[in-house]
Every structure is written in C-alpha cells, then in structure tokens.
C-alpha cells in the first residue's frame, strides 16, 4: 500500500513550451501533496505544498507564475512547468501525506526528470 | 526555522561491515519527528526509519537503528551487516510535530558499499 506514481518518468520539452506532470496516490487519499525539485547529487528542495480544493503555498524564490501547481482531487496532483526553459531541467519529485495516517506518513512518488532544450 | 546538518558528504564500507551516518540538527521546537531516507540509484526515496522526538527508546528497523540523543541535537544512523544494496544516498529529515508541518531534508551522504 502507499503507492505514489508520477507520469511521466521522463520528459523532453523545447524551450518556451509547457510540460505537465502528474502525480497520483494510487490506494490512498492525500490530504496533502508536495513537490520538490532535486539537482544532481543534491537534497530536495520542496517548491510547494498543496491541499486538494486550495491554492498551493510556494516556498520562497519559486515563481508560482512559473511553476503552476493543481491538486484537482484527493488522489492527483498536477506541476505544469510554463514556458521552460533550459535551467528548468532538473528532476521534480512529488510526495503524499496519508489522510488516514496521521500527520508524519509521507510517501514520494519515483520523480519526473524534466529536459528542456 | 530548523536546519539539518550532515556532514559526511561521502563514506564507503565494505559488505557485512558496519557504518554510521551522522546527523545534527537545530530546532526550538520540543515535539517533532526524525526521519532517514534512502535514494538509491533508482533515485526513488524510501523511507528507512522514524524516531518520535518523545519516545526516549532509539527506533531500529531489522538492520537500520538510530542514535537519538535529543539534548545534544543529534540523530545518528547505524547500519549493521552492510549489504550492496544499501549503496545510495541517505537524507536525514526534520518535521515539526504540528499539521501542515513540511520535511527539511539535510545535505545527504552518499553511501557506498563495496564487496
């Protein structure tokens, strides 16, 4: 159980398109969801929190104009990365929180990795 | 704000050898959690174990136990009987013990473990 699937695993977009990633909860229902974004040999760095039916919250220095975030339902979760651009590659990561389980289980999705050329 | 500090950006054992990773972190906060996680190639992040800031016993997972010293700030990650299969990178993590609360990850240190 707590399965988190990302679609897709791997992307290549040309500049200045746009590029959805999807992350859904498969046998669970996230209250919340979380996306981050992780440079080579380097941490995770979280972009945003989502709650389903509320606008996301964004870190410091992440453009919400930039990287559109929409949590439609308790199971999917959306990143759309507009207007890309190549210091946009990078591999995204999104995470679950388990309504059922409290406030500490949390379950990461595989990763996107995003090629903007 | 909380901060999580690893300072071992590297280590390397050999099979059936023990290792420990090291973690520091500052917080103000008296009730929180405590994670490891592991990254292996894959780059898919698994959760390896969890300690409750309140719960005085260190928390152990088959071959994975922690060293939780809670005045001195430090969380420690023992890995017993090294197996390949623990090559990866491993992030200490940090949440408050409130709703809402959100991870923050350290550094990481990588792991590799030779035959």
């Known amino acids: 159980g707590a399965v988190v699937s990302q679609h897709p695993s791997w992307v290549i977009c040309k500049s200045g398109t746009s590029v959805k990633i999807e992350c859904r909860s498969l046998?669970?229902?996230?209250?919340?969801m979380f996306w981050y974004r992780q440079f080579p040999k380097q941490s995770l760095m979280l972009m945003a929190t989502?709650?389903?039916?509320?606008?996301?919250?964004?870190e410091q220095g992440v453009e919400k104009d930039k990287f559109l975030i929409n949590h439609a339902s308790l199971t999917l979760s959306t990143l759309t990365v507009t207007s890309a651009h190549p210091e946009d590659s990078s591999f995204y990561i999104c995470?679950?929180?388990?309504?059922?389980?409290?406030?500490?289980?949390?379950?990461f999705g595989p990763g996107t990795r995003l090629t903007v050329t | 704000a909380q901060t999580v500090t690893q300072s071992q950006p590297e280590m390397s054992v050999q099979e059936a050898e023990t290792v420990t990773l090291s973690c520091t972190y500052d917080?103000?906060?008296?009730?929180?959690?405590l994670f490891w996680y592991k990254q292996p190639p894959s780059r898919q992040m698994i959760l390896v174990i969890r300690?409750?800031?309140?719960?005085?016993q260190n928390a152990t997972e088959n071959r994975f136990s922690v060293n939780f010293q809670k005045a001195a700030k430090s969380f420690s990650l023992k890995i017993s009987d090294s197996q390949l299969g623990d090559t990866a990178m491993y992030f200490c993590?940090?949440?408050?013990?409130?709703?809402?609360?959100?991870?923050?990850f350290g550094k990481g240190t990588m792991l590799l473990v030779s035959p």
């Open positions: 995470s679950a929180r388990n309504r059922d389980k409290g406030t500490y289980e949390q379950y």
């Open positions: 046998d669970f229902q996230a209250t919340t």
């Open positions: 989502s709650n389903e039916g509320s606008k996301a919250t964004y």
């Open positions: 917080t103000s906060e008296n009730n929180y959690y």
């Open positions: 300690q409750e800031a309140y719960k005085q």
């Open positions: 993590a940090f949440m408050k013990h409130v709703g809402h609360s959100t991870l923050t």
